[in-house]
């Protein structure tokens, strides 16, 4: 598995999925099936990390999509 560090202020998008592509916040939205479909369409040849953001202190659920 291959691990990626992100430095990024994610405040401004708690409660939200954002997809990442390079260590930079892409997109973001409600949805991630849209957001993923969106970003892939868009960026069909790279690597696409989804990553929840919690509203609050808690696990962050981290998906690679290729």
Do not use: H, W
Request: glycine share 4%; with cysteine.
């Amino acid at each position: 598995m291959q691990e990626f560090k992100v430095d990024i202020d994610f405040s401004k998008y708690r409660g939200k999925y954002v997809a990442i592509i390079d260590n930079r916040i892409i997109a973001s939205g409600e949805n991630a099936k849209l957001l993923l479909e969106s970003v892939k369409a868009k960026y069909p040849k790279k690597e696409v990390v989804l990553r929840k953001i919690p509203e609050e202190e808690t696990l962050i659920l981290v998906i690679k999509c290729r």
